[in-house]
């Protein structure tokens, strides 16, 4: 490249065209770059104070090289200003004010100005390219693409993709897969980004969208819409699950997937280097879907928490190893493909919750409403577990319990509407103890109780409220992935839930638009309007002048 500032027009020419075609970009651009190499070290030559511009013919390869002055009446700058005696000789009828152009004579570029040129057209070029490859690949997220592995660096994998390289990283890698310089690799595109050393393709060979998009190519049904993957989970080289349903009843969707004696499923398996491939009939009814999806495991009993997201799972006792899978990696992936935690318990352990549960329900009706136990344990068997539920249910509907009556359904309400306001009192004190203000307690949907979490929070004013996102104050705490539920104590601690941090009143429920209530009316004091100053000086000024 050196040369091309010194050779000929038809060597200039050639040039451009041999780059243009070895980088795939715009000879344009190639000639945009030559000339600004020549208009720097031109300058470099003339003087940097010059404005200086070149033009190369792309057809002819002719190249001019020339000054832009203007014509003023006094002379102040020698380098871009030119009077008009001066301007008259280079541009007859030339007039103040005007832009001329003033011809210089090729220059003989020596050889650091030559190197100057030459970084100046690479830099053009290598941005050029990298261009090309962002606009090449930006669209392309979401495919399978096939690549050379390049080279692999501190566990990350270089992939020759052709035109562009991009880079499995080793969280994308399939566990215990040796990548070899030299190999042909298939992967999954999972973003394009433009970063200031180029274009970044990262690629994956763990993602689940990496095996959905391995079953499309393989199964034709799934490419043309027929079946469709509704839901898929993967421990990369070790086990996965997908979901399946299919839009023509004629066709199982399971069958299609595996194919004949397991060809079609088999060649997905190979690419994942040995990973095995549960197939599960997707169903929109919840509890058939997790069913399903804890194959092969038989499940007894499934109980939905819509409103915590989780799913408790009951198995016999024989099934219960089974449910969980080496290491929890059946309950696991289970959970990752529904979408909601799972719990597993054996039958006995169900057993004994359900007694517990009802036993302290039992205790809590005895105690706040002042009933026997044979009264008490009745309404638990009736479905009911809160005092608010005795409290505002229909009469008529407590009424009808059988042995009760109008007399004594009245008498009930009464008693948890009183142990109702019993519990309010005691944690209006408890929230009074921890120095929450009283103005908190006028939000709209703040109960004495979330008031209480709130000061155990640390948040005791109106200030320390607005401070807080919605998302701070209400978001669900998120269990993790599942929870095994185990005979043995080693086990129950290795299955501990941990729980990320969620909204400080997550526990209560509120909607998002409930939080955005209590947020902005805890802001609402910041846009009072400050009283005016004006009066209350002049009734000082007069009290003065009264003086």
């Known amino acids: 490249m050196a040369s091309a500032i010194s050779a000929n027009r038809a060597e200039l020419l050639a040039i451009a065209n041999s780059v243009a075609s070895e980088k795939m970009i715009d000879k344009a651009i190639v000639i945009e770059a030559m000339e600004e190499a020549i208009q720097k070290s031109a300058r470099n030559r003339y003087g940097a104070e010059n404005d200086i511009r070149a033009k190369l013919d792309p057809r002819t390869g002719d190249l001019r090289l020339w000054r832009v002055v203007e014509v003023v009446e006094h002379v102040e700058d020698y380098f871009k200003q030119v009077d008009l005696k001066q301007a008259e000789k280079l ?20 050889r650091i100005d030559a190197q100057s040129a030459k970084q100046v057209i690479f830099q053009k070029v290598r941005d050029a390219e990298r261009d090309r490859q962002y606009e090449e690949f930006k669209d392309r997220a979401g495919e399978i693409i096939t690549g050379v592995i390049k080279s692999v660096e501190f566990g990350h994998v270089i992939v020759n993709l052709g ?22 690799v298939r992967a999954w595109i999972m973003k394009v980004e433009r970063q200031n050393r180029g274009p ?26 027929i079946i469709e993957i509704k839901a898929a989970a993967r421990d990369p080289g070790s086990r996965a699950k997908i979901g399946v349903i299919s839009r023509d009843g004629s066709i199982d969707p399971v069958g299609a997937c595996v194919g004949m004696k397991g060809s079609r499923v088999q060649a997905v398996v190979q690419e994942l280097q040995g990973e095995k491939i549960d197939i599960i009939p997707w169903s929109e009814d919840t509890a058939t879907f997790v069913v399903n999806a804890l194959q092969p495991a038989t499940v007894s009993r499934v109980v939905i928490d819509e409103e915590e997201s989780r799913i408790e799972v009951v198995v016999p006792d024989d099934q219960l190893s089974l449910a969980i899978g080496r290491r929890g990696q059946n309950v696991r992936l289970a959970s990752s493909l529904t979408g909601s935690a799972i719990d597993i318990m054996t039958e006995a352990e169900a057993s004994e919750k359900r007694q517990k549960e009802f036993a302290e329900r039992s205790k809590m009706f005895e105690e706040e409403l002042d009933v026997d136990e044979t ?3 009745l309404l638990v068997a009736e479905g009911f577990s809160e005092l608010e539920e005795v409290a505002y249910i229909d009469i008529a509907e407590l009424a009808a319990i059988e042995g009760f009556d109008e007399e004594l359904a009245e008498e009930l309400q009464s008693r948890a509407t009183e142990a109702l306001e019993r519990r309010e009192e005691a944690q209006r004190e408890e929230r009074r103890g921890l120095g929450v203000e009283d103005a908190l307690a006028d939000l709209p949907h703040l109960t004495e109780a979330m008031l209480v979490t709130l000061g155990k929070a640390g948040i005791k004013t109106l200030d320390d409220l607005a401070d807080l996102a919605t998302d701070e104050l209400i978001a669900k705490k998120r269990g993790g992935e599942q929870r095994r539920r185990n005979p043995t104590a080693e086990r129950r601690e290795r299955s501990e839930r941990v729980e990320d941090k969620g909204g400080v009143l997550g526990e209560y429920g509120l909607s998002e638009e409930q939080g955005n209530e209590i947020i902005m009316a805890a802001r609402a004091h910041w846009f009072d309007e400050e009283p005016a100053a004006e009066p209350a000086t002049e009734e000082a000024a007069d009290a003065g002048s009264s003086q």
């Open 375 to 377: 009264l008490s344990q």
């Open 91 to 110: 541009q007859p009828g030339a007039k103040i004010g005007d832009f001329i152009v003033d011809p210089l004579p090729p220059v003989d570029l020596g």
């Open 200 to 225: 970044q393709i990262f690629l994956s060979r763990a993602h689940p969208e990496f095996m959905k998009k391995l079953f499309a190519q393989e199964v034709p049904e799934i490419y043309d819409g």
């Open 163 to 184: 035109r562009a390289e991009g880079v499995i990283r080793r969280d994308q890698q399939i566990p215990r897969e040796v990548p070899r310089v030299g190999e042909r």
